[in-house]
């Protein structure tokens, strides 16, 4: 059988929320695509149908889902460093927020090429060597060193399991790899300072409640001077810059590694960022 189903006994609807295809006439059997299963009127199916919809995809219920959310989120503020939890929370309350994404790619010619040739940033995607022999100043050089002061790599970003949704699956991916690229061009560290102006900046730029959790609750481990420095100066900036730019995931990266960070900034529309 093809994919990943569930089914179980107790429902007389039948497969009526089945994307994948219609049942035949009343009173006819009827084959479910791309599956060896042939379900019949006398057949009770469990009105939720799930399958797995890409490799790794964990298919659940809106139960499951919010029982996910509600540990994610505990876990992910009690813990700002279990990028797991992060992870798990970004797809379980983010589905409105990946469309309206998904929808801005769709309209934009560049973010409908990344979402028909669906790159991927990680060490086997990149050449490394000839980013660090870039100019000083150029994105592609820049983001190296921010790998590389940071001792930070792209492939640890988690792998998306809970999006129900392939090409939704692949917008969230996306935003996830282009994390670090952000950090390059808004000028922010990886500690805890950073990561919040960060969140704020995504936050106004994704509307995911993820990155709005993080920007609202994360500025709590800070100290008061940190606390002062964000409120006054780095949140005002960041919120002005995410409204003023375009929409970040509309923007083939691995096409501009030799353009400048400035030039870059300018074109995206972030703000030059203050001192730290």
Not at 56 to 63: E, F, V
Not at 154 to 159: A, E, G, I, L, Y
Request: with cysteine; charged share 20%.
């Amino acid at each position: 059988m093809g994919g990943w189903l569930r089914r179980a006994p107790g429902s007389l609807r039948g497969l009526r929320h089945l994307a994948l295809g219609s049942p035949a006439s009343a009173g006819r059997g009827y084959q479910l695509p791309h599956t060896d299963l042939t379900v019949t009127p006398e057949e009770h199916v469990d009105e939720e149908t799930y399958y797995q919809l890409y490799p790794g995809h964990i298919p659940t219920s809106p139960l499951q889902k919010a029982l996910l959310s509600a540990g994610s989120a505990f876990m992910a503020l009690y813990n700002p460093y279990r990028h797991d939890m992060v992870a798990v929370l970004g797809e379980t309350t983010g589905s409105s927020a990946l469309r309206s994404l998904r929808d801005k790619m769709r309209h934009d010619p560049e973010g409908y090429q990344i979402l028909q040739e669906r790159p991927r940033i990680r060490l086997s995607t990149l050449d490394v060597t000839g980013l660090r022999g870039l100019s000083d100043g150029t994105f592609g050089r820049e983001y190296v060193r921010f790998l590389d002061s940071n001792r930070v790599s792209p492939d640890t970003r988690m792998p998306v399991k809970f999006v129900d949704d392939e090409e939704l699956a692949y917008v969230i991916q996306r935003y996830r790899e282009v994390h670090d690229l952000m950090h390059t061009l808004l000028g922010m560290p990886t500690n805890m300072l950073g990561e919040v102006v960060v969140k704020w900046f995504e936050a106004i730029q994704t509307g995911l409640p993820m990155c709005i959790l993080g920007a609202v609750f994360g500025p709590v481990r800070l100290n008061a001077r940190k606390l002062q420095i964000l409120t006054m100066e780095l949140i005002p900036w960041a919120v002005q810059s995410g409204r003023n730019a375009s929409c970040v995931l509309n923007f083939y990266y691995e096409n501009r590694w030799e353009q400048t960070v400035e030039s870059l900034r300018e074109e995206i529309g972030i703000l030059h960022p203050p001192a730290i």
